[in-house]
Structures are given as structure tokens and as C-alpha cells.
């Protein structure tokens, strides 16, 4: 069984001014502060670089073509900032007991989340679940697609799952639950982020957050067998 656990608004909340920071990684490579657009929950941080790079004059295929830089410069920048993003960082509620008690039922675990590597080692790579996550690791990383769904597969190969494993992902938004749909495995939502029990119910479970009671017998019982 290999559980995939989200970051963001799923294992922990924090007070990092993101646009501060990729406004801070882009510049240099546009010549200008980028103006953000929407704010959309649950996207890769390549798609958040693709689309600001757009939405500021890049072509589509401009855009592309700078991903690897950006990725790399928003790398160095929240690394720089990595004492204040620790700092302001609060964990979600039950999330440490779930994932030490989910690692003890011999469950394999890892990260699927729209944060590069990078920016997950900050936000997780120093906290003692840092090491059954395998935090930095073999999971799913932002800076693998700009479709979070694609992450599915990505986590499941670098985790060296068998064919048919059950799979679940823990996540806090409506993308996390598309992701585990598009790829048939199983799907666990907890309303500890932006959105609340009414946003996802396509979930196979909705959780008000880690702590509940049942809570990690949901998060085993949930998991689907993964095909390619
Ligand atoms: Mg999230």
C-alpha cells in the first residue's frame, strides 16, 4: 500500500507570503515584478510559473522554455527564506500521530504535492515525519508537470509500487480529489485548509482533520489498486 500525503493545508499551514516569493524568484529572469492572476488551491508550482510567465507576456512556448531556470530560481529563493517559512509553520491538526501511526501499520508513505522538492525539504525536511514521508524523496513533485494528476503515476514509479498497489491520497483541495479520480485510487479529503466538507464531497472520505477519530483507519481503508 503507498498513502500519498499533500502538504499544504493537509499536513501543515503557514503564514509564507507565497506571491512575495515567486514574485522574488521571477524577477530576475523577467526584468520585472510579475502581476499574479487568480489564486488557485491545489496546482503544481511549474503550472503556477507557466501561468504567471503568460499571464505577464510570455508566450506558451517562451514560457516553457524558462520553466527549468524558474524552477531552479524559485528553488535558491525559498531556500533563502526557509528560517521565516519554518518559523511561521503550524501543523495541522493530528497530522504528525497519523503519519507515525499510518508508517507503523507498514503502510509505505510518500509526498504528492504541487511543491517542488525544494520547497517541500524546507517545509517538512527538518520535522521528525520528515522521515517516514521520505520527505526530498520518492513521491510526487510540482516541478514534475503542470498537471497534478500526472503526479499519480510519478509517485507510484519512483516508490517502486507493484502493479495493482493500493494507493489513497490525503489532500485538502478538489484538485487533490480529481487527481486520485482521474487515476482511479482511492481519495481522502480534510477540511483543514481552504475548503470545507460541502467542496469535497467527491471524495471517497472527508475528514474535518487528522485528529478525528478513525482517521487512520479511513485513510487504509480507502486505498484503491493503482493501474497504469
Ligand atoms: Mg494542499
Redesign the pocket.
Known amino acids: 500500500m503507498l498513502i500519498c500525503f499533500?502538504?499544504?493545508?493537509?499536513l501543515m499551514r503557514d503564514t509564507e507570503d507565497t506571491p512575495a516569493i515567486f514574485t522574488e524568484a521571477l524577477r530576475p529572469l523577467l526584468g520585472f515584478d510579475p502581476s499574479a492572476g487568480d489564486e488557485e488551491?491545489?496546482v503544481t508550482d511549474l503550472k503556477e510559473i507557466r501561468d504567471l510567465f503568460t499571464w505577464n507576456g510570455l508566450t506558451e512556448s517562451e514560457a516553457n522554455g524558462r520553466l527549468p531556470e524558474a524552477i531552479e530560481a524559485l528553488g535558491e529563493t525559498t531556500e533563502r527564506h526557509a528560517a521565516e517559512i519554518r518559523a511561521g509553520r503550524v501543523l495541522c491538526p493530528g497530522a504528525e500521530a497519523a503519519v507515525e501511526k499510518l508508517a507503523a501499520e507498514s503502510a509505505a508513505l510518500c509526498l504528492l504535492?504541487?511543491n517542488t522538492r525544494r520547497r517541500a525539504t524546507v517545509k517538512l525536511g527538518d520535522l521528525p515525519l520528515a522521515r517516514s514521508l521520505r520527505v526530498g524523496g520518492p513521491g510526487g513533485y510540482g516541478e514534475s508537470s503542470v498537471h497534478r494528476a500526472d503526479l499519480v503515476a510519478l509517485a507510484w514509479e519512483e516508490c517502486g509500487a507493484g502493479e495493482d498497489e493500493d494507493m489513497v491520497l490525503v489532500?485538502?483541495?478538489p484538485?487533490?480529489v480529481a487527481a486520485a479520480k482521474l487515476n482511479g485510487v482511492g481519495s481522502v479529503a480534510v477540511c483543514t485548509?481552504a475548503f470545507g466538507e460541502g467542496d469535497l464531497g467527491a471524495a471517497d472520505v472527508v475528514l474535518p482533520d487528522l485528529a478525528h477519530p478513525g482517521a487512520v483507519e479511513s485513510i487504509l481503508g480507502a486505498a484503491r489498486p493503482f493501474r497504469l
Open positions: 499533500d502538504i499544504d493545508g493537509t488551491h491545489g504535492t504541487g489532500g485538502d483541495t484538485a487533490d485548509g
